[in-house]
């Protein structure tokens, strides 16, 4: 695998997945970093003739690197950041939105169990995973975030069982930019009443930042590549060694004391009833818990029904409305399992598909795994 820097040479335009059709209202939502398989064609587009339907190369990423070569990967998403103040009466209200680096240390999210006070009054599906909870904290604490990047040392200190340090963590490194788009009937200087008006979210990368991601085809000389929407460019550059990524490959497979696996790229969620679950579910019998973002729709046409009325009874027809085809699971989400490890590498399904193949060697999944200090 050799590793490229990705320097954008203007704003990125890279819309979420779900169908998007303009009208009254509407909003093209962003997503960044962009999913693998949007930088790995880009970077393929430069290679000289090569056949579209071989499946032999591999790809990683795409990940960040600031302006001293430090690789930033997505924050594990059971960590709280625990601020001490001088008395109880000083200590902040719990915000578990908010990313801040005003803390002290470090502590992990854990599963429910009988002997938390917490499992009083909280109720939820037995036959699921325990709701992961706040180990208990002294009265003079309050809990916030860790900033949602943590370089590959920090990641490397979380792996083995280590508290972090606020300098480990770093805020999103871009701004965003929203771009109108509007269009005029025309002969006149007003917008059309369907489909005339519509936003997207851009991203402008803050400077000396860059994407980093590795491919298994060396290219020894910067290129010029087209990325994202409306034909915005990046200069690609050979990255002649990232130390700290060998440091991580230490974690690529899971060890004797191993229980915590990290989600280093995004994972694709096996279809469930309604929803597509976070993890594959053969593992649930393998699984403590689990943290992520939120649970993930499933894919299809949608059939949501509105009310006419205040009468539940009274609902309109069906409103036709594509949702994403495929749900992905978000890097940085944590898996805590028992004595029995998976045997799978990845986060894809078990059902195999025609696809599947791609998935895996552009590395769709990929997890690193640790250890949890109990």
């Known amino acids: 695998m050799y590793w490229y820097t990705i320097e954008p040479l203007d704003v990125l335009l890279f819309r979420e997945a779900k169908p998007f059709t303009p009208g009254e209202g509407s909003w093209a939502k962003g997503q960044f970093p962009p999913l693998p398989i949007t930088l790995f064609q880009a970077l393929r587009s430069r290679l000289p003739t090569y056949p579209q339907k071989t499946r032999d190369l591999t790809f990683l990423g795409p990940f ?17 950041a625990i601020r001490t103040h001088l008395s109880p009466s000083d200590a902040l209200d719990d915000d578990i939105e908010k990313n801040s680096n005003d803390w002290q240390t470090t502590r992990r999210l854990e599963p429910l169990s009988t002997a938390n006070a917490a499992g009083s009054y909280l109720s939820f599906d037995p036959d699921g995973l325990p709701p992961m909870v706040s180990p208990p904290l002294d009265k003079n604490q309050s809990i916030c975030r860790p900033y949602p990047w943590i370089t590959a040392k920090g990641l490397t200190q979380y792996l083995q069982g280590n508290e972090l340090q606020p300098q480990d963590f770093h805020d999103n490194p871009w701004s965003v930019q929203i771009l109108p788009h509007t269009h005029l009937e025309d002969g006149t200087r007003q917008v059309k009443d369907q489909d005339g008006y519509f936003t997207e979210v851009a991203i402008r ?28 460019r990046a200069i690609v550059s050979p990255l002649a060694n990232l130390q700290q990524w060998q440091t991580l490959q230490a974690y690529e497979h899971p060890q004797a004391t191993s229980n915590v696996a990290y989600l280093l790229t995004p994972g694709l969620a096996e279809t469930q009833t309604a929803l597509s679950g976070v993890y594959p579910s053969h593992w649930h019998k393998l699984l403590n818990g689990c943290v992520s973002d939120r649970a993930l729709l499933w894919g299809g046409v949608s059939q949501v029904r509105r009310r006419l009325s205040q009468s539940p009874e009274q609902r309109g027809d069906p409103e036709f409305a594509l949702i994403p ?17 998976p045997s799978e590498q990845q986060v894809l399904p078990t059902r195999h598909t025609p696809h599947l193949d791609t998935f895996r060697l552009l590395n769709y999944g990929k997890l690193l795994w640790g250890k949890r200090r109990q």
């Open 64 to 80: 960040l690197l600031d302006f001293h070569h430090q690789l930033y990967v997505p924050t594990p998403k059971d960590l709280l």
């Open 205 to 232: 990368l803050h400077p000396g930042w860059k994407l980093v991601a590795a491919l298994s085809v060396k290219c020894d000389s910067p290129h010029v590549i087209r990325l994202g929407g409306e034909g915005h």
């Open 325 to 341: 085809q495929r749900a992905f699971v978000p890097p940085g989400t944590i898996y805590l399992f028992q004595d029995t490890l």
